[in-house]
């Protein structure tokens, strides 16, 4: 028995294919064709301990979180970022379908390796970097939740935004220096809890560093995050 699904990116039919294993608990039907699915580009190999950057060599860090591990401010902020992928032509495309013009759709596309990921925080709050309100109106979702949930987990609301000027523009010492742009909002205590942030991107750490941040002063015990890629 064969029926035709659609690209989720580029709209070509799959033909698929059903047997005993698609009835599986474990089966996902694919969502992307083989030619864009190929052209994702997972993280592997050497990678820096904190921020996932892949290394050419055995190092433990990458420059740019040498960097900040050696502000007074920022060391031991961020434990651990986990990324899916790298940021390459594709990935940029199909993250704007998604969080610019609105194709919640593709969020599927990672439910399944951030579901494998949050998996290992068994007793983790999985908290999603907030927008600002006036891009979440603009937007109508926010993309970090919109992850959050498609992996089947539930979003933890502990934080707002109360800075919205983007930090990729910064220099870095711009960035280290930036007054905290997040406020803690929950009336429940967070204390000796872990927290897991989800964003859809890595770029230079500052938004993450400054959500950890806050949620460390605020009584966590640690910090990771995990975005879909870097």
Not at 43 to 61: H, N, Y
Not at 109 to 123: M, R, T
Request: with cysteine; net charge positive; glycine share 6%.
């Amino acid at each position: 028995m064969f029926k035709s699904n659609l690209c989720l990116y580029c709209s070509t039919p799959m033909m698929a294919s059903y047997s005993w294993a698609t009835f599986s608990w474990s089966y996902q039907k694919p969502l992307l064709c083989t030619s864009c699915e190929g052209k994702l580009a997972p993280i592997s190999g050497t990678t820096c301990s904190i921020c996932s950057r892949e290394l050419p060599t055995a190092e433990v860090l990458c420059q740019d979180c040498s960097r900040w591990e050696q502000d007074g401010r920022w060391k031991g902020i961020l434990g651990k970022n986990t990324s899916l992928y790298h940021y390459n032509d594709f990935m940029k495309e199909l993250i704007a379908l998604y969080k610019y013009r609105g194709d919640t759709a593709l969020a599927e596309v990672f439910a399944g390796p951030l579901k494998k990921c949050l998996s290992v925080y068994k007793e983790a709050l999985i908290v999603p970097i907030p927008l600002s309100d006036e891009r979440l109106m603009e937007r109508g979702f926010n993309q970090s939740e919109q992850l959050i949930l498609k992996a089947g987990c539930k979003p933890v609301h502990l934080l707002a935004r109360i800075h919205s000027e983007k930090q990729s523009k910064k220099t870095r010492r711009q960035r280290l220096e930036l007054p905290q742009i997040f406020q803690f909002k929950s009336s429940s205590p967070i204390e000796g809890k872990q927290i897991v942030l989800v964003d859809d991107i890595y770029t230079t750490g500052s938004t993450l560093r400054h959500a950890a941040e806050i949620l460390l002063e605020s009584g966590a015990s640690s910090v990771h995050s995990l975005t879909v890629a870097r």
